[in-house]
């Protein structure tokens, strides 16, 4: 069986809560299940933008980590969630 690819959408001040979600994760990581992703993931020199738009596009699931900042971001908002909810209403990718 394939792993899940696993994408992450949060608010950068939920980093810690994002770190301990991963770390309540990390038994199916280490057995294959799951293939997380999130924004912290990316290399220096990369272009942020269109890296995020391409795992958000072909991951299995998108995890949304609802709080007050992620309502309060633009970026997720505008970009992330509309993606997010667009792929889930085409039956593309299940949203949790």
């Known amino acids: 069986m394939e792993p899940v690819d ?9 980093e810690p809560l994002r770190n301990e979600l991963a770390g309540h994760l990390k038994i199916m ?10 924004d912290r993931c ?3 020199g990369q272009k942020w933008d269109a890296e995020i738009n391409t795992q958000l596009e072909n991951e299995d699931l998108v995890l949304l980590l609802v709080s007050k900042d992620f309502i309060s971001s633009d970026y997720i908002w505008s970009h992330e969630l509309d993606v997010a909810m667009k792929r889930n209403e085409c039956g593309d990718s299940p949203t949790a």
């Open 29 to 38: 990581k280490r057995r294959g299940v799951i293939r997380p992703w999130h």
């Open 6 to 14: 696993l994408f992450y959408s949060y608010a950068h001040e939920d």
């Open 42 to 44: 990316l290399t220096p």
